[in-house]
Nanobody, 115 residues
Framework: QVQLVESGGGLVQPGGSLRLSCAASGSFSGIYPMGWYRQTPTKQRELVAAIGSGGITNYADSVKGRFTISRDNAKITVYLQMNSLKPEDTAVYYC?????????WGQGTQVTVSS
């Protein structure tokens, strides 16, 4: 079983920054691909950024150059540094860990970009 807990969301003005964290726990070992997704009431859940077990990253075109994903394998934690935030970044952000053909999700954290 894997549990994921996100934190760091909140309200920020356009142009501001936030850092999301996702801590994984449970009865498992190893390093697995992890990623951040986001969803709004009018859009399907979409990939924002992902990081492989070897550290290779990929980003949605809409966030390239503004967001950075990183991981701390010792803490089994993945981070999403979000800079130059825009109103269209407003969404619930979810963390995902992929182990084999199984995906585990966190409960989500709200990010609101508004003046």
């Amino acid at each position: 079983q894997v549990q994921l807990v996100e934190s760091g969301g909140g309200l920020v003005q356009p142009g501001g920054s936030l850092r999301l964290s996702c801590a994984a726990s449970g009865s498992f070992s190893g390093i697995y691909p992890m990623g951040w997704y986001r969803q709004t009431p009018t859009k399907q859940r979409e990939l924002v950024a992902a990081i492989g077990s070897g550290g290779i990253t990929n980003y949605a075109d809409s966030v390239k150059g503004r967001f950075t994903i990183s991981r701390d394998n010792a803490k089994i934690t993945v981070y999403l540094q979000m800079n130059s935030l825009k109103p269209e970044d407003t969404a619930v952000y979810y963390c995902k860990l992929t182990r084999g053909n199984l995906g585990y999700w966190g409960q989500g954290t709200q990010v609101t970009v508004s003046s």
